[in-house]
């Protein structure tokens, strides 16, 4: 747990909120615009942009709070994105880069050097953790796909 990061991170999303601004537009413009072959899996680009918003901080925030649970959402989450094509780590790494950055011009000055790191440092351990998670299931799918035929 890194209270201080959490503290910082906080403040951060209550700033954004506290400006009414809505980062989501800003987030699926940059990352449909650098992967625009994704934008045909989003049935619903408006229920997942604040779905998919909402996760991403909630995680990074829950990673900085310490909490359990962002391992196993995270874990779900790979593999439920499956369904929608291989997503690479460098596309999930570019979409958490891009929701900080969002958030960044979002919080205007209480967005500070401190701040930052506190995003960026939540925001590596998240890509990391997507990393293990694309890994293990890469590892464990061809078992399963194996068990299931036989």
């Not at 980062?23 to 998919?52: E, K, T, V």
């Not at 960026?120 to 061809?142: D, G």
Request: include cysteine.
């Amino acid at each position: 747990m890194t209270a201080d990061d959490a503290a910082r991170m906080e403040a951060a999303l209550l700033a954004v909120a506290d400006a009414g601004i809505d980062i989501r537009h800003a987030l699926f413009d940059r990352f449909l615009d650098a992967f625009p072959h994704r934008r045909a899996a989003f049935l619903n680009l408006d229920a997942a942009s604040r779905r998919m918003t909402d996760e991403t901080l909630q995680a990074m925030f829950g990673l900085a709070q310490g909490e359990g649970w962002v391992w196993p959402q995270i874990a779900e989450l790979v593999v439920t994105h499956r369904n929608y094509g291989t997503l690479t780590a460098a596309e999930y790494d570019a979409f958490v880069d891009m929701a900080v950055d969002a958030l960044a011009v979002a919080a205007g000055t209480a967005w500070d050097a401190d701040c930052d790191a506190a995003w960026r440092r939540q925001a590596a351990a998240l890509k990391a953790m997507i990393h293990r998670a694309l890994a293990e299931w890469q590892a464990a799918l061809p078992e399963v796909r194996r068990r299931a035929a036989g």
